[in-house]
């Protein structure tokens, strides 16, 4: 059922099993990429606004002569870059996979980003070049309080570079629920204070005490079990901080453009663009800065994206295991909004350290903490470290390129269904 005959039978909107048993069709399913990437090409001035975007002025990112000294040897990308890179690597479709992709299942719900796992093998350097493969490996119907019953999709989206080598994988999880339903159902009353002069002082006291290990080897022996990582501080968000993310991140759901080019999205796809109060197609990506909007979907006031937390946990870590460390794998759940004019904590803490086949392993739990004391994501990560007798070698992937990958993933999903 398309869209338009969605609307026609008044389930626009509405999550039934027909929804479910499409998207479920689609498992395993190569799905080309909606939009080009941001960036082509991992660049000096690309890695910078991004990490800017995001308050990072890591000169790993940022300088490439400090980065040329590294063992890199040249600028790498922060582990979050990825969201801004991709060509397409989807096969072209032919005309009865066309017609299962078609249209969203569930257009017309609300989607929200849950989960969201990574996996690191190798960074992007500069010149580097991106492609990724989208495929869809779970659809999970469960109850939730607060949209009644909701469908968690499940998608993977695997990156290789311009060499064809495995860069990284990113598997998300979306909850798509009834707008209206959520709308009924929120309990969530938010009260937001003016901030003192103290508590402003407060936040300005952390971001001046911020320091990075860079260039100076954070070793395994020296990591203790208990070990507090030092804090990072992302607040008060505010608009403006939305939209200097959006100069690095780009736009991700809407296509890149304004004016004529928008037009010309907005023609083939004006769901993108529902009417705001003036009657005017704006992107629906407005609810993360527009009040009204917000307020319309049942949200007492517009907040983040998943990708910010994820990208602020990935700075905490960063700067924690230096230049010689690398970040292997995170995973992080969005139990809770956060809202403009939150402030965020950024934390971790070391609960293991160990050594594999992968080297020197280091488990750290993390998490965003508002300024209320409610934890909005809590997190797990692990490094990799160097000892005092042996560099950190780069993990290896379950398999070597792409179509590899993607066979692993649907055998894993075979094997335990999520």
């Not at 993977?156 to 709308?183: F, P, Q, V």
């Not at 460390?325 to 956060?338: A, T, V």
């Not at 909005?376 to 950190?392: F, I, M, N, Q």
């Not at 379950?398 to 335990?416: C, I, Q, S």
Request: aromatic share 10%; hydrophobic share 35%; net charge negative.
């Amino acid at each position: 059922m398309t869209d338009t005959q969605a609307r026609t039978a008044g389930t626009f909107g509405v999550l039934t099993d027909d929804a479910v048993e499409r998207s479920r069709r689609r498992l395993g399913i190569p799905q080309p990429q909606r939009n080009p990437p941001h960036n082509y090409e991992v660049t000096w001035d690309g890695v910078r606004h991004f990490a800017y975007g995001y308050g990072d002025d890591n000169p790993l990112y940022c300088d490439p002569d400090h980065a040329a000294a590294t063992r890199w040897g040249s600028l790498v990308a922060p582990p979050t870059f990825l969201y801004t890179m991709g060509e397409d690597a989807a096969p072209t479709p032919d005309a009865e996979t066309r017609a299962l992709l078609k249209g969203d299942p569930f257009a017309g719900l609300g989607s929200y980003q849950a989960v969201m796992e990574f996996e690191w093998w190798r960074p992007l350097r500069l010149g580097d070049r991106c492609r990724v493969l989208q495929t869809q490996v779970g659809v999970h119907l469960k109850p939730s309080s607060f949209g009644g019953r909701t469908a968690h999709v499940v998608r993977d989206y695997l990156y290789a570079n311009g060499r064809g080598e495995m860069h990284a994988l990113r598997r998300g999880t979306w909850i798509n629920a009834e707008r209206h339903t959520s709308k009924k159902r929120a309990k969530e009353q938010l009260v937001q204070q003016p901030y003192t002069p103290e508590e402003l002082a407060a936040v300005d006291a952390a971001y001046a005490a911020e320091t990075r290990r860079g260039a100076e080897p954070r070793h395994w022996e020296d990591v203790e079990i208990g070990e507090e990582l030092q804090p990072r501080v992302k607040g008060p968000l505010t608009t403006t901080d939305v939209v200097v993310w959006h100069l690095g991140w780009g736009m991700q759901l809407t296509p890149p453009g304004a004016f004529g080019i928008a037009a010309k999205v907005r023609r083939k796809a004006p769901g993108l663009y529902p009417p705001n109060p003036l009657n005017i197609p704006d992107t629906v990506q407005r609810l993360h800065w527009e009040r009204e909007r917000a307020w319309e979907l049942g949200l007492p006031n517009p907040y983040d994206y998943g990708g910010m937390r994820e990208t602020w946990l990935c700075h905490l870590l960063t700067d924690w295991i230096g230049d010689d460390g690398w970040l292997w794998k995170l995973r992080c759940e969005h139990r809770k909004f956060n809202y403009l004019g939150d402030t965020t904590w950024v934390r971790g803490t070391v609960v293991d350290k160990r050594r594999t086949d992968a080297g020197a392993e280091v488990h750290i739990e993390v998490r965003c903490e508002n300024q209320r004391g409610e934890i909005t994501t809590p997190g797990t990560a692990v490094v990799l470290l160097p000892t005092r007798d042996r560099d950190v070698e780069l993990p290896s992937p379950p398999a070597d390129d792409l179509d590899g990958m993607v066979a692993h993933e649907l055998a894993r999903f075979a094997v335990t269904g999520n």
